[in-house]
């Protein structure tokens, strides 16, 4: 795992969209696209290489982790709509190479083994982006998913329907309660995992994650199980880790041979 503290939450930003850009421009097949406030950045800088430096989403396929149950796709806040919105409608991606869980099939047992079938047909992944959760959650994995889940519903805990509230008008009685997400084993088959925090609000989840022992209790400490991880932090984000020295000291003499 590697573990960068930039120097603002709009640095942290462009560096994951840098490293998304780079695996796109490698020929990645396949992208594995958050929702969420986190990866915000990240898609303004892809879209800004896709203006301005020609960088071709045109023969890759992209992967949402998660959706809402229950939500139309025209809602504001369905995940299928807002990665349209924010980042897919700007650049040259085919609107059927868009792909995320559906949230409002009849079978959502069913819905959710041909999300899995659908990922491995078009993966691997090549690189997935992560936001985290305050309670440690990664897609939606609330506390005690299996290590090893796969796409499947799950039940959102109180805490993380109050974080959403906000995009609902802070009104949480419309929040849904049952989500549709990747499991930690499907995220966790994707071959580049870029995790970006930001906020004091994220502190104690990364610690958790970073150096905490591996638990379904933090999902995201998944992580520590992957070969390929990079996490992406801004100071107030990196303030509750204990070996902040080594991971500044790692990064100012990573090898000028070595990419991220
Ligand atoms: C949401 C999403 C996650 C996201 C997380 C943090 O509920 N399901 O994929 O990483 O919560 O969101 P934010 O980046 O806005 O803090």
Redesign the pocket.
Known sequence: MELVITESAADAGVLAGRIMADHVRRGARAIGL??????LGAYRELIRQHRDEGLSFAAVRTFN??EYIGLPPAHPQS?SRFIRDEFTSHVDLLDANVHGPDGNAADIPAAAAEYERAIADSGPIAVQI?????NG????NEPGSSLRSRTRVKTLTPT?RE??ARFFDDDLSQVPTH?I?QGLGTIGDAEHLVMIATGS??ADAVAAAVEGPVSAFCPASILQMHPHVTVLVDPDAAAGLQAVDYYRFAVANKPSWQSF
């Open positions: 958050a929702t969420g406030s986190s990866p982790l998660d995940y992560l936001g985290i959760g305050a959650h990664l897609g939606f993380t974080d959403n989500v997400t609000g994220k």
